[in-house]
Structure formats: C-alpha cells, structure tokens
C-alpha cells in the first residue's frame, strides 16, 4: 500500500527526492517515516513526519541535509536529500506510524512498510 520511489545512482554532493505514495487508503492521518537499511547493517531511521505539517524529526547524520514533507492531497510523502554522502547508500522505506501519539523513530512502531527504492551515493 506504500510504494516509494525516486532512488538512482548519484555522485557525492548530488540530490535527490524521494517519493512515498500510498493506494488503496488514505494515510494522511498517519505520522509517516522514512527509515533505510545498508547492505551488512539494520534499518535505521531517517526521518519523519507528523500528520499535521510542520513537525519532523531526522536522524542526526541527515539533519540539515534531508527535509521530509507531505502533500495529504496526493497522499504522499517526499524526501529531499542534498548534499548525498557515501555513507547514505541504502535502500529507502517508507512506513506509517501506527503506535504512540509522539513522533516515533523505532521501526517497531510503524506499519504498512512498502517496497524500498534503492540509493548509490558514489564517491
């Protein structure tokens, strides 16, 4: 029901933005999450999202670098990455937030994970 999308290949300092869209239910009433998993490692968050905009959180190694938004109209979630590092090569996954009242960061409170989409960061 979540499928993101916009992962590639980009050089060091590139950008890029990923998209998060939702089918089959709205989730606009969800907090949504983007977290990302490294080949060899776990899944970690990155950012999130509350359902009334304006309040996000990211992981300190994307802070000022990734900015999440929303767009309830189209029932997507976006994630801007600029100024890519190696070290952001992952597979991207987006998920609703489906426990607790505060913005989450533990992938164990989300739910309704898609497909992730890929990203290479070259150096």
């Known amino acids: 029901q979540l499928q993101a999308s916009g992962g590639g290949l980009v050089q060091a300092g590139g950008s890029l933005r990923l998209s998060c869209t939702a089918s089959?239910?709205?989730?606009?009433?969800?907090?949504m999450g983007w977290f990302r998993q490294a080949p060899g490692r776990e899944r970690e968050f990155v950012a999130a999202?509350?359902?009334?905009?304006?309040?996000?959180a990211y992981a300190d190694s994307v802070k000022g670098r990734f900015t999440i938004s929303r767009d309830n109209a189209k029932n997507t979630v976006y994630l801007q990455m600029n100024s890519l590092e190696p070290a952001d090569t992952a597979v991207y996954y987006c998920?609703?937030?489906?426990?607790?009242?505060?913005?989450?960061?533990?992938?164990?409170?989300?739910?309704?994970w898609g497909q992730g989409t890929l990203v290479t960061v070259s150096s």
């Open positions: 998920a609703a937030q489906i426990r607790g009242w505060t913005i989450a960061t533990l992938g164990q409170d989300y739910g309704y």
């Open positions: 089959g239910r709205t989730f606009s009433s969800y907090a």
């Open positions: 999202i509350r359902r009334s905009i304006g309040t996000t």
